[in-house]
Each structure stands twice: as structure tokens, then as C-alpha cells.
């Protein structure tokens, strides 16, 4: 079993992050950087699949997760097919959108995961081996993000195949009507009751820490998710690049 998935069903806390940027050097600054796995957002970005191969080629041998830009056979195949060690599936909210994915990221006879010489089997050279081992192997991960995800967690966890749930805590503050409040009482007790049907379940709770200060990471952990990404490599970009020029601006008006 790969480790992200070993991790994710043992419920070990890893540490993880988001990349955005569709470059591969993007991904080599972040895998150099310690993590122990990146997932590659192409919901939320221009990253397509040539994008992501270059990048999983970047990281490798950290193991590489797909933010695919839906829950479609086809978008969770392909990044698989990529190289993919596991997929992050968004706004999962019924136990049949859960089994669609795990489906879809699986070789029959438990899924739909067509056959194909490719990346992950060294295009066809180690072919029976990784068709034999896929299965156990590739991680499933849905996002709760909505009331309806929250309203259906039992069911959604219940569902064979699925390794992990992880919030998307923007999308569910909206769901919520107090878009963009991630620390509201509504989602903060979302997040809870999530957190608590993952115990019952004995499955993984994962949150992306968007503003990864100390007192957000502290208050996942303390909320008790174990499968947690810091940031996204814009926003370390953006905030060092920040706190660069305000130091710069500060010295300089002290010498003028
Ligand atoms: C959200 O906050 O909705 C996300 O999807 C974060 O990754
Ligand atoms: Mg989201």
C-alpha cells in the first residue's frame, strides 16, 4: 500500500501542501521543503493534465495528489493514469457521489478505472504488477464542503474505498450563508462533527489550513485532523513577498 494511503487508513498525522502555480519548479521548491505529500489543485487553476504530469515528474518520488476539478470518471482516471499516488475528490455530499469516485479511481471488478499502459506502470513495462496493486494503492480522499456533505457524513464514510474525507473550509462557510468566515461557529461546528463521524468511522479527517499561521494549525490539530495541507505556494509567495518589502519600507523610513 502506498504511503499516503497506509497513512491515511492507520490515521498517522501527514503534513501536506497545495500548489497551484502550473510549473513544476513550483512543486520542486515544496517537495524539497520537507512535506510529505502535495496535492495539485486543478479545480481551482489552469493546471490541465499535461500540467500536472510535468509537476508529479517534478515531486516525484513524494507522493502527488489530485485536486481533480470534479467528481467525473474521466478527470480522476486521467490523473491516475498521470501518476497520481490518490485523488482529493471536491464537494462530495451523498454516499453515491462517494461511490462514484472510489469507482472511478478503481480497476474493475470494485471500479470503472479503465486499462491502459502508462506513467504509474512504466508505460506497460510493469504493467500486471501495478494493475494487481493499484487497488490497494491508489487513495481516495472526498471533500466535504457543504451542509448536504455534513448532513450525509455517516453514510459518505461509510462507503468502502473512501480513506479519508477533507474539508474544504471556504466552500463550506458559504454553504453555510457566512461565505469566506472560516472560523464561524456554524463551520467550526461543521468541522467538529465532521472530525467526530471520522473517529466513529476510524477513517481520516484532512482540513486545508488556507492561512497557515501558528493558531490555525494549532486549532486543527487540536480539533484532532490528521491529514492536514498548509498553504497553497501562491500564498507563500505573496505573504514572504509582503512581509519582504514591509520590512524593506520600514528600514529604509527608520534611516530617512
Ligand atoms: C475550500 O476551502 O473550499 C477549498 O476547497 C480549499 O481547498
Ligand atoms: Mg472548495
Known amino acids: 500500500m502506498n504511503t499516503i494511503r497506509k497513512a491515511l487508513r492507520e490515521r498517522t498525522v501527514t503534513l501536506g501542501s497545495w500548489i497551484q502555480i502550473g510549473h513544476p519548479v513550483s512543486g520542486e521548491v515544496l517537495a524539497r521543503a520537507g512535506y510529505d505529500w502535495l496535492a495539485v489543485d486543478m479545480e481551482h487553476t489552469d493546471i490541465g493534465y499535461e500540467g500536472f504530469t510535468n509537476i508529479a515528474r517534478g515531486i516525484k ?18 490523473v491516475l493514469d ?3 499516488s490518490g485523488v482529493i475528490v471536491p464537494l462530495v455530499n451523498t454516499r453515491e457521489e462517494a461511490m462514484a469516485a472510489v469507482a472511478a479511481a478503481k480497476y474493475p471488478p470494485k471500479g470503472v478505472r479503465g486499462f491502459a499502459y502508462c506513467r504509474p506502470n512504466n ?3 510493469d504493467f500486471d504488477e501495478y494493475v494487481r496493486t493499484a487497488n490497494d494503492d491508489i487513495a481516495v480522499v472526498v471533500m466535504i464542503e457543504s451542509k448536504e456533505g455534513v448532513a450525509n457524513i455517516d453514510a459518505i464514510l461509510a462507503v468502502d474505498g473512501v480513506d479519508g474525507v477533507f474539508i474544504g473550509p471556504y466552500d463550506m462557510s458559504g454553504s453555510y450563508g457566512v ?6 461557529p456554524l463551520v ?6 465532521v472530525v467526530a463521524a471520522c473517529a466513529r468511522a476510524k477513517k481520516s479527517a484532512g482540513l486545508h489550513v488556507v492561512v497557515p499561521d501558528e493558531a490555525a494549525i494549532d486549532r486543527a490539530f487540536v480539533q484532532g485532523f490528521t491529514f492536514i495541507a498548509l498553504g497553497v505556494d501562491t500564498y507563500f509567495i505573496a505573504s514572504a513577498a509582503k512581509t519582504a518589502l514591509t520590512n524593506a519600507r520600514e528600514c529604509a523610513s527608520q534611516r530617512s
Open 123 to 125: 508505460y506497460g513495462v
Open 179 to 184: 461565505p469566506g468566515e472560516t472560523k464561524h
Open 82 to 84: 498521470a501518476g497520481a
Open 188 to 193: 467550526v461546528k461543521a468541522c467538529e462533527d
Open 61 to 78: 518520488p513524494l507522493p502527488v495528489l489530485a485536486r481533480v476539478e470534479q467528481n467525473d470518471t474521466l478527470a480522476i482516471r486521467r
